[in-house]
């Protein structure tokens, strides 16, 4: 397994509908070729929560997985579709699909039973090696933000150890759990490669064991988180740092309460930006309003001219 396929900064591509929430695929496949056609960008997610797969049908996920892929292959980057299955049978389905589509790995969101009382980690565990076993497929392991779905660091470095487990999006935005992990991985060897999902300590977490990022707000001002990754990957925390504080408004312009609307003001900027037709969102999903919009945009304009 060639654990460096998965280092770098990887965009969770949003998913353009049309007006009548159909899927764009022309601009799905602009923006997508855009985003993989950019210097510093090592692939792309698809379907992931910023690419709305909790509000796509089965058959609509495996067209984004596609069409993404084709687009990143097409510049030798790669594809991590993104899946939320609810059983050990449902991801084994899934993921053989995904075997026969440009999909170079398949990142799994917890499943709902996770966080069903105090689950243990032995459960956790076996439902990833009930996964590896099926599928040569590889896997990436998904932290994310909501603390009773959280893996403790003990049970992440057991599921580290299985053969085609690749890679970990940390995304608990918790320090303290960020820190603990990234030590006892490296404390047991474990090749798995950490990419953050914290925008708030991005930069510090390649001080602290991250080797890339899987970020939803990379969507916009991609070039600078890309200087940020390679600022980060190349050693020079101090320089990560500092753009890390550049982009922080940005991200907190993108994930202003309510944070369920943060795919609509992605889209409405790249909209803006010409890459997608539409800014739509689907419902329960409300977007945003006129006045809401053009704040954003005025305030975007500012602070990437000042990021630059």
């Known amino acids: 397994m060639d654990y460096s396929r998965f280092e770098g900064l990887f965009i969770p591509t949003v998913t353009p509908f ?10 799905l496949e602009r923006l997508a070729h855009h985003q993989a056609s950019m210097d510093g960008v090592a692939g792309l997610s698809s379907c992931a929560r910023i690419g709305e797969g909790t509000v796509l049908r089965l058959e609509e996920k ?3 997985y596609r069409v993404t892929g084709e687009a990143a292959h097409a510049y030798g980057k790669r594809n ?4 939320a299955p609810q ?4 991801a084994i389905e899934i993921i053989r699909k995904l075997e026969t589509l440009p999909v170079d790995a398949a990142m799994i969101f917890p499943p709902l039973l996770f966080a069903w009382g105090k689950v243990g980690g032995d459960l956790k565990v076996r439902f990833f090696e009930d996964i590896q076993k099926a599928t040569r497929l590889p896997i990436v392991l998904f932290q994310i933000p909501v603390q009773s779905y959280w893996y403790d660091p003990e049970t992440i470095t ?9 890679a970990f999006k940390e995304a608990s935005f918790n320090l303290e759990l960020y820190t603990e992990t990234c030590r006892q991985l ?3 060897g474990r090749e798995m490669r950490v990419l953050t999902g914290n925008d708030h300590f991005v930069g510090k977490s390649y001080e602290l064991g991250a080797v890339g990022a899987l970020i939803g707000v990379s969507n916009v001002a991609t070039e600078i988180w890309a200087a940020l990754d390679r600022a980060g ?9 500092e753009l890390q504080h550049e982009l922080k408004r940005i991200s907190s312009l993108i994930f202003a309460e309510p944070i369920v609307e943060a795919v609509a003001r992605l889209k409405v900027i790249l909209q803006e930006e010409g890459h997608i037709a539409h800014a739509v969102v689907r419902p329960p999903q409300m977007g945003i309003n006129a006045a809401e919009k053009e704040r954003l945009l005025a305030s975007y304009r500012e602070l990437y001219a000042e990021a630059q």
């Open 158 to 166: 057991r599921i580290a150890a299985l053969p085609n487990v690749v």
């Open 233 to 241: 990957r190349s050693g020079d925390f101090a320089r990560a740092l």
């Open 80 to 83: 991590i579709a993104t899946i």
């Open 62 to 64: 495996y067209e984004v």
């Open 186 to 188: 490296r404390a047991a």
């Open 18 to 27: 049309n007006p009548d929430y159909s899927l764009d695929v022309k601009s």
């Open 87 to 90: 059983s050990t049978a449902e």
